[in-house]
């Protein structure tokens, strides 16, 4: 195939495309800071952490370095750590268990449901009896929202009220999306999400945000932000972190933010698309009742004995990439699969991660280019 012939590649994410249409607004933004000069703390950090309290309902938003960093800061300010079992879907990315392991406890890691990918309550339970047994105190649960669909969020808050858990809410991928008609953002203790470019919201580098209704929570939260700062920065009263978002990130956030009620509209119509034109050939993601996404992935499972290293040559020498998130759960991962897991296995997460595959999705997908994305994927998937 010579060079004229070949197939004009698709982005993954097309983050020029919203850059576009963001115009002139992020120079502005940018400008703004450059003009005041104020690159920690400026006025764009609080104000951000004012809209984004307004979009989510939380009462309090602590802006931070990153989706992990969130997660670290609020087990931190809760003291979670050697002895301790955080438990965790296997089926995420590593963050979720990291940040569980920084702090010194043990992740416990329990099984997905098949359908919607996210945590499983029975498997939950079993997971804390795991916990008992090997005489570690089970203190939380991090349900994650993957691929930008809410958990089910009443079992688990149901099950963690029963057994003295707190919840700590991953929607690292997920901010936007809403569980019975509430947005995420309120779902036991504190919430998590990550700005990181390529997230539904995310900023020009790394970024972060922790939600709460929980005013002493948020006051620990700035101040492990902080190194654990008390009156000032050179008072230092508990261990913290240097974990601000900067002002940059910020000041475009802000300008994001405005536009991206429009986006989530626009990247369930391309998920829309994709269920009617490949809902008969692989198995298309599926909302759950009362529950609704954001997509940070439109993640699709191939028809068994499928070759999924073929398929995704075969899109690729189509112009579209793909990726796997994940070929493998935490609990197969080298530096996790020492860490407990549920009795009865992680069966689902371990089918999942052979046979899912995830397609470019973005809220600037149009009509012809998708239609290009679902003939590949049909074509591949008869090949
Ligand atoms: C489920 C989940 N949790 C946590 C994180 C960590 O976020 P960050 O990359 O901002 O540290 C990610 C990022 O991909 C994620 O997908």
């Known amino acids: 195939m010579n060079q004229l012939s070949r197939p004009q590649p698709i982005p993954f994410i097309d983050v020029a495309a919203q850059r576009r249409r963001l115009g002139k607004s992020l120079g502005e933004a940018v400008e703004r800071v450059f003009g005041h000069c104020q690159f920690i703390n400026g006025p764009e950090v609080a104000q951000l952490e004012a809209a984004l309290a307004a979009f989510s309902c939380a009462r309090h938003v602590v802006t931070c370095s990153s989706g992990t960093d969130a997660l670290l800061m609020v087990l931190m300010a809760r003291g979670i750590g050697n002895g301790d079992a955080v438990l965790c879907p296997s089926f995420t990315f590593c963050a979720t268990g990291e940040a569980v392991v920084i702090v010194g406890a043990t992740p416990v890691f329990v099984d997905v449901d098949e359908a919607t990918f996210n945590i499983d309550a029975a498997s939950l339970k079993r997971g804390i009896a795991t916990a008992k047994k090997l005489g570690l105190k089970p203190k939380a649960v991090i349900p994650v929202d993957l691929f930008g669909q809410s958990a089910d969020h009443d079992p688990i808050a149901a099950i963690a009220a029963e057994e003295g858990l707190f919840v700590l809410d991953d929607a690292a991928q997920a901010f936007g999306a809403s569980y019975k008609g509430r947005r995420i953002g309120r779902f036991g203790l504190a919430t998590v999400t990550s700005f990181f470019p390529a997230k539904p919201l995310g900023c020009f580098g790394d970024g972060g945000a922790i939600f709460t209704d929980d005013a002493e929570l948020a006051h620990t939260l700035r101040s492990v932000r902080v190194h654990g700062q008390g009156a000032d920065k050179y008072d230092n009263v508990r261990i913290g972190l240097t974990a601000r978002l ?88 080298t530096a996790y699969r020492d860490f407990p897991v549920a009795e009865g296995g992680l069966g689902v997460s371990e089918r999942l991660s052979g046979d899912v595959i995830s397609l470019p999705m973005h809220a600037y997908l149009d009509e012809p280019t998708q239609n290009r994305i679902i003939a590949s994927v049909r074509g591949a998937v008869r090949a």
């Not at 809902?279 to 439109?298: E, I, K, M």
């Not at 699709?300 to 070929?327: E, M, V, W």
């Open 246 to 333: 900067d002002t940059l990130q910020a000041a475009i956030l802000i300008e994001k933010l405005k536009i991206f009620e429009d986006e989530i509209v626009a990247r369930n119509d391309v998920a829309e698309r994709y269920c009617e034109g490949l809902g008969n050939v692989v198995t298309v993601p599926r909302l759950a009742v009362g529950c609704t996404s954001v997509w940070a992935q439109y993640t699709i499972r191939l028809p068994g004995r499928s070759n999924r290293d073929a398929f995704a040559l075969a899109l690729k020498a189509q112009g579209i990439p793909t990726f796997i998130h994940y070929p493998r759960s935490m609990h197969q991962q």
